[in-house]
């Protein structure tokens, strides 16, 4: 099973947690053409909305005012909340039928761990670990 047997060709994703590494996540959807629009959702609603009013997009963007508002609109998520709270925000985009991008590490311990796995195969989602610097050229030998 591939990427393409999940998603459409364009996506709504979110950035849940925009903070130092939410931001990042943030500037990449907003220049990458698959998206079709974004969410932000943050604990602090004010600094969510100073991101969106900061950011150059060509894509909509939105500021959801809970989880539960940023997970019905999107397609897919990026989580990057601190790690003790990974468990229960990447479950709960899973339940609602979000494929998830998940910073490093996914959760505190094995055993939660592995219990998102199987929510993620449960729910038919894509679950990613954002281990980006695997990936980079220069580290690459």
């Given at each position: 099973?591939?990427?393409?047997?999940?998603?459409?060709?364009?996506?709504?994703?979110?950035?849940?947690?925009?903070?130092?590494?939410?931001?990042?996540?943030?500037?990449?959807?907003?220049?990458?053409?698959?998206?079709?629009?974004?969410?932000?959702?943050?604990?602090?609603t004010v600094?969510?909305?100073?991101?969106?009013?900061?950011?150059?997009?060509?894509?909509?963007?939105?500021?959801?005012?809970?989880?539960?508002?940023?997970?019905?609109?999107?397609?897919?998520?990026?989580?990057?909340?601190?790690?003790?709270?990974?468990?229960?925000?990447?479950?709960?985009?899973?339940?609602?039928?979000?494929?998830?991008?998940?910073?490093?590490p996914i959760?505190?311990?094995?055993?939660?761990?592995?219990?998102?796995?199987?929510?993620?195969?449960?729910?038919?989602?894509?679950?990613?670990?954002?281990?980006?610097?695997?990936?980079?050229?220069?580290?690459?030998?």
């Amino acid at each position: 099973m591939t990427a393409e047997d999940h998603c459409p060709e364009t996506l709504t994703v979110g950035v849940i947690g925009v903070g130092y590494l939410g931001t990042f996540h943030l500037q990449k959807y907003a220049a990458h053409p698959a998206v079709s629009s974004i969410v932000l959702y943050d604990l602090e609603t004010v600094m969510a909305r100073q991101k969106a009013d900061g950011l150059q997009s060509v894509h909509p963007l939105n500021v959801a005012d809970s989880l539960e508002e940023c997970l019905e609109m999107c397609d897919a998520v990026s989580v990057a909340v601190p790690t003790a709270v990974h468990a229960p925000v990447v479950e709960q985009a899973l339940k609602n039928g979000c494929h998830v991008l998940v910073e490093k590490p996914i959760t505190s311990g094995s055993e939660s761990a592995w219990a998102l796995v199987g929510a993620a195969k449960e729910a038919g989602r894509i679950l990613h670990v954002g281990h980006v610097e695997r990936f980079n050229p220069a580290l690459q030998g």
